[in-house]
């Protein structure tokens, strides 16, 4: 049933002209007779449709009839049909204010009109009054005595929650003297709160200047300055730590959240970057902390991550296994991308010098992509083994940050536990600098393919591996698994052995990565030989790798530490 239509055969004929605001019609109607009680489809009567239409004449001309007719307008007949209430609640009164109509709100009050009348959804006349924004009404209601601390809607809304997320800045300045400033929901939100979740500015400086809370917690324990962060209302943010906000203080039962992490989460790089100055950094490292480049990452604000970086967050940050089930902001981003290239939060981390993990290297080895092995290595260091120490410092060569010992021991246990893989990553790594010696293992050289094998051996002196390893080359060759190179039975060329010296010398990294060989005495045509240019890569013929986070599962549930260095 449309609800919204008055039939014909159920609407009074002085309701309809009442409707239209035609005083004449309406007393000419009652003088021959027609009641003012008549009632359509809705509850409403002729008096509701002259309030809601907004037409003092009519009105008067029917409280003028009700009056005679109820015997006199105090009597307890008149004031019920002042009063008198539709299907939903509504009483003229209500539906006046509700339209902004003052003058007949007056008539009405004049008439013993409820002014705190509910309806059925909980509202009233001077609720709907600041809903409408209609700031003379709001005073005539407050100065008759409308009780302004009411609860109001399903949510428990007081008019000053209402007038704030409206922002009718005028009525708020009205409402914070005679309203209870930190009067809360039933998510213990307050009005300020409200101000601050939806950016209304003036009316969020109206309740500080008037001695509003701007600490006050919410239910979850959200603060204002949290959800103005998180919404990005960088006035609302300034105002709020210019007057007293803390933006220390935690915000949630699970974990100590604070605005920053919302700001970094959501991108907001404006306050973001006024956070940063005022946040505590125990949140960076601390133990039972978050670092703010977890939530960055979690929603792919690269813009974020990079401030952070740049404002001296570490790479790093804290485990958050316990609390958030994360290992490493690198080891979260790349969890994030395990299916797509890299992200650009991966590459702002590992250019910042994030320490790669066991998890990390697996997903640039068990792979047949290799942009995340090369991104590694445009921003990473593999140090001679010699050179390698136990020492945690970060230290740098030709700008880049070296391998530490233990991220060095990681590559090589994955790399090994990953030789399906190998005819991708080992021509990367060996270019790289690594040592080709320590791959020189027997799991590597019992389970790599031939042309595998071959590119190996190429970085070597074959002829004097090992009689262990000799033995294991010479049953693959027996069984056939292996095809060797045709030169490996010949004697080792002296031009070999002279390239694998200078290497040894220069060490594998200023070789492989540095114009160091073009300053040598010897012809230019020799560089490309002496790094090892003349050996074509070896190439993956493998079937369709499977999801890295199985291979993650399957390395974890096989996988044992070789100890290579």
Known sequence: MDFTECYGDTVSSVAAAARSGCRKQVRRLIQRGSSVDCRDNRGWNALHEAAAAGSKGCVQEI???????????????FRAYVNSLTHEGESACYLAAKHGHLAVVRLLLKAHANINQLTNDLSCPLYAAVDGGFKELVELLVSKGAEVNRTHTASCWTCLHQAVYKGHSQIVDILVNVCN?????????????VAAQYGQQECLEILVNAGANVNIQAADLATPLLIASQ?????????LLDHGADPNMACSHDWPQLP???????GHIGVLSRLIAVTDRVCDRGDGMVSPLYLAIHRDQDKSVEMLLREGYSPDAQDCTHILGLHSPLSFALSQTWNKPYSESVRLLVAAGARLSEEDWIYALATDKTDLLQLIFEHRWIPRPETLTNDCSVSNHHGKAILKLQELRDLLCVALHQIRFAACWLPLLLKAGLEPSLLLQSHMLEEADSEVLNYLLEFVNWSTLSLTLKHILDQRRVAKTWQP????????????????HVRSVLGPDLLMRTSVVQQLPVPSPLHGFLQFR???DTSYNHSPPSPISDGIQRYRSTHQHRHVL
Do not use: M, W, Y
């Open 181 to 193: 400033l930190e009067a809360v929901d039933d998510h213990k939100i307050s009005p300020l709160f």
């Open 231 to 239: 919404e990005g209302h960088q006035a609302c943010v300034n105002f």
């Open 63 to 77: 409280l003028t009839a009700a009056c005679a007719d109820k015997a006199g307008s105090s009597s307890r007949g």
């Open 485 to 500: 190179s045709p030169h490996f039975d010949s004697i080792t060329s002296l031009s070999h052995i002279c390239r694998l």
């Open 534 to 536: 003349n050996i074509p």
């Open 260 to 266: 920053i992490h919302a700001a970094a989460e959501f």
